[in-house]
């Protein structure tokens, strides 16, 4: 694949990686792969937007190498300090070691603590230009968009956004526009992005976008640092994000849970059943079948979430407290839950659940359903039950 | 005096430190902070700030 010219003399001359499986160590798991994207303005300043991911250099540099020689690049603009997207530039400023590097002073400070380079750094704030000849570049900072040092490029003759890690997806694909791939499967990707990487930042998120609302900012494109380039409708994903950041859901309910010899997944059936009966829409996970990035995004959208485990040791099962743990971090907002799962003798996981929940900030809707041992058929009926007066809770919350 | 933690990324408002790269002289309390002030990790408001228990 060439490098592809998004707008007049501007390229996308990033990196694809379609077998990436896990991502930000084992934190999110990449299903569809990703793309690490870099930009290249030619101008008189040749000027390159964020980097690669280290070990795919050589797939960088040689698509820059089909329109420049990368030691002829002038600027290089940092939007993020992450070694998916700094990984790269230790290599560029051995072949171009004029190059003068622009970026947050939290970059300038991060990137020295990655790399240890002694490089003509100049920090930018919001609001600041820069001449490249025919183009100019705007910068606006948008820290924890998803780290303290992040930043948005904005370049106005072409319109086009470079908002680094926002509004990205994990997906690759030889497609570079959101026109050109499956738009469901775009959104999926999006949502999953947002909801196990951007969630908790969803207040400063609603600011961002007022910011760029209020200059009054016109985008032809958004083009990411991961995968598909917004240009057939870029307010698409600002209007998903909208939504996102203001924690709005559906009468929907997510069900995870774990379970030790099935009697926790015995009620959880149960109650998805009673659930389903008094109309709500629901999808259950065992978490342990199941790739927690994707029970995350579809918690995203979810009024409801009932989390069960079987009690071991007196608390929940280790993977079921590693996913709360998780889901506490991603402060989720305007939810409601209950906990439920079966024990043996003094029982523990419901109130472990249901104290986690607590200190996440989510609401606990009904008090939580113990079983001891193995459901009978009037526990299984008041599971069912139980369902049915969470999903009464969901509608009456709509 | 209390400290105060950003519920957006987690830097702690201790009034023993300040803010001194915001001018904000160390012996500040929190509620004295002008609502100006912002995280200077994160850029959040003053009113994405909690109280930090149990110290």
């Not at chain 2, 509620?31 to 100006?36: A, R």
Request: hydrophobic content about 40%.
């Amino acid at each position: 694949m060439s490098a592809v010219e998004i707008k007049k003399d501007i390229f996308w001359v990033g990196a694809v990686d379609g077998n990436i499986r896990n991502f930000h160590g084992y934190t999110y798991t990449t299903s569809r792969g990703t793309t690490y994207n870099a930009y290249l303005i030619l101008d008189e300043k040749i000027t390159l937007i964020d980097t690669v991911y280290g070990p795919d250099s050589d797939e960088m540099l040689d698509r820059l190498r089909q329109i420049i020689e990368p030691s002829k690049i002038d600027y290089v603009i940092a939007n993020h300090v992450e070694g998916d997207h700094s990984g790269a530039l230790p290599e560029i400023m051995k072949l171009a070691p004029n190059a003068k590097v622009f970026g947050t002073a939290k970059c300038k400070d991060g990137l020295y603590k990655h790399y240890y380079g002694n490089w003509d750094f100049q920090v930018v704030k919001t609001g600041d230009k820069l001449s490249l000849g025919r183009h100019s570049l705007t910068f606006i900072e948008a820290p924890m968009l998803h780290w303290p040092d992040s930043m948005f490029t904005y370049c106005p003759e072409e319109k086009v956004l470079f908002p680094n890690d926002a509004f990205g997806q994990h997906y690759a694909t030889s497609a570079r526009y959101d026109d050109e791939v499956d738009g469901a499967v775009l959104m999926d990707e999006a949502a999953k992005y947002y909801a196990n990487i951007l969630w908790p930042f969803g207040s400063l998120i609603l600011r961002k976008i007022e910011e760029l609302q209020k200059i009054n900012i016109v985008i032809d494109i958004i083009a990411p640092s991961h995968g598909i380039i917004w240009r057939k409708d870029p307010a698409k994903i600002i209007n998903a994000y909208l939504s996102w950041a203001k924690n709005e859901t559906k009468g929907k309910v997510i069900v995870a849970y774990e379970t030790m010899w099935g009697a926790t997944q015995m009620m959880a059936r149960k109650l998805a059943l009673g659930l389903t009966d008094a109309g709500v829409e629901v999808k259950v996970f065992d978490i342990n079948q199941s790739e927690r990035t994707e029970v995350i995004k579809d918690m995203l959208d979810a009024k409801g979430f009932i989390l069960g485990s079987s009690t071991h040791d007196n608390d929940m099962l280790p993977a079921m407290a590693g996913f709360l743990h998780f889901l506490k971090g991603l402060k989720p907002k305007n939810r409601l839950a209950c906990a439920f799962g079966s024990y043996g003798w003094s029982g523990g996981a419901v109130k472990s659940i249901e104290k986690i929940l607590q200190e996440a900030g989510i609401e606990v809707g009904q008090p939580g359903l113990a079983v001891r041992y193995v459901p009978d058929e009037s526990e299984l009926k008041r599971s069912y039950e139980y369902g049915m007066d969470f999903a009464k809770a969901i509608k009456a919350k709509e | 005096m209390d400290k105060y933690r950003c519920t957006v990324c987690g830097y702690i408002y201790d009034p023993q430190i300040g803010d001194p790269a915001s001018g904000i002289k160390l012996g500040t309390a929190f509620e004295d902070l002008p609502n100006s002030w912002a995280c200077p990790e994160c850029g959040a408001p003053k009113e994405s700030f909690e109280k930090v228990k149990g110290e």
